[in-house]
């Protein structure tokens, strides 16, 4: 189970409204690569890997990954907050109010839904690995798009934060690829 | 002194208010990896304990955290050493053989806890197995909840 632990891994202070921002975090959101997508690959795999680093590092990442979904929800929302129906369609988001309003709704950048797709999982613990590392890589290529894209440094400290973040994970799954390897289990 | 340069804060913080802190009663080799990671909050602010694996982008330095009051000032003590525990339990999950490792997470792992309870006695519970809950009346609802801006 889990238990929540009431505070942000790395805190949000946003103090500028800023709806094209908020639209274009959604990627991490909702997109392919985004948190949403790596948790639930995270934790769905952990069931096929073939010993306790594997079992132990999938969930503890898993864990981190929601955790890093709740920076970037709370991220939209401080974006979004009190934004007028002319503001947000002026941003390209008048198709999320006809159908969510102000609410979150886990979508990419573009407005696709969030689909399971994203979860990949073979039952094979070095193929997982493998397309484990290449999401870390494309989700640390994604938050050095969103800092090009702002240059308001309430975004940019938990952007960095989060795109450190893949650096390690991808290093964490590199270590337990390279071990099972080696150890031809 | 700039009263929210938090880098100073915290070490003083850490000096004054932490007597006896439980790890030095323990049997901890504390030195040997400390010496070759970030501190709790220096690798904090950077998302990264490993000064071999840190890799930045766009800035030069890492973005300092300026609490605004005394509350998220002590919340950014228990953020930098809950980030710390938590580099560590992924690098742990790889090399649990690695003692220094080891004991430096338990290091500091104590002291987050430490600072929860503080925290917590004076601000309400982050946990919902804190022993603030036993205030009268309900405390976990308490505002503010995390993702809302301060």
């Known amino acids: 189970m889990w238990l929540y632990e009431k505070k942000l891994e790395y805190p949000v202070n946003i103090t500028k409204k800023d709806l094209k921002m908020a639209k274009y975090l959604m990627a991490q959101y909702g997109g392919p690569d985004g948190e949403l997508a790596a948790s639930l690959r995270y934790i769905n795999q952990r069931y096929t890997m073939p010993d306790e680093k594997g079992r132990a590092l999938l969930t503890d990442i898993g864990t981190e990954e929601l955790a890093h979904v709740e920076i970037i929800s709370a991220m939209i929302s401080q974006l979004t907050a009190g934004a007028t129906i002319k503001e947000l369609e002026d941003a390209g988001l008048g198709a999320h109010f006809t159908q969510h309003d102000h609410a979150l709704f886990p979508t990419d950048a573009v407005g696709v839904p969030f689909t399971t797709a994203y979860i990949e999982a073979t039952g094979d613990y070095i193929a997982d690995l493998e397309s484990n590392m290449a999401a870390e890589q494309r989700a640390r290529a994604t938050y050095e798009h969103l800092m090009d894209l702002t240059e308001d440094p309430d975004l940019l400290a938990p952007l960095a934060f989060l795109r450190q973040r893949e650096i390690i994970h991808y290093q964490r799954f590199k270590e337990l690829r390279n071990y099972y390897l080696k150890k031809k289990i | 002194m700039n009263k929210y340069n938090i ?98 997470f338990n290091q500091y792992r104590i002291q987050k806890n430490e600072y929860m309870k503080k925290y917590e006695s004076k601000y309400g519970p982050l946990l919902i197995n804190s022993d603030a809950l036993e205030n009268y009346p309900w405390a976990w609802d308490n505002n503010p909840w995390p993702w809302q801006n301060k």
Do not use: C, H, W
């Open chain 2, 7 to 104: 880098t100073e804060d915290y070490y003083n913080y850490i000096n004054n208010n932490y007597n006896q802190p439980v790890y030095n009663q323990a049997n901890f080799n504390k030195a040997a990896m400390s010496n070759s990671l970030y501190d709790p909050y220096n690798g904090f602010i950077r998302g990264n304990m490993f000064p071999d694996l840190y890799n930045a982008y766009k800035t030069a330095n890492p973005y300092e955290i300026r609490p605004m009051n005394e509350q998220a000032e002590l919340l950014t003590y228990i953020d930098a050493l809950s980030f710390a525990t938590i580099d560590l339990n992924l690098y742990l999950d790889i090399y649990p053989d690695d003692r220094d490792a080891l004991a430096l």
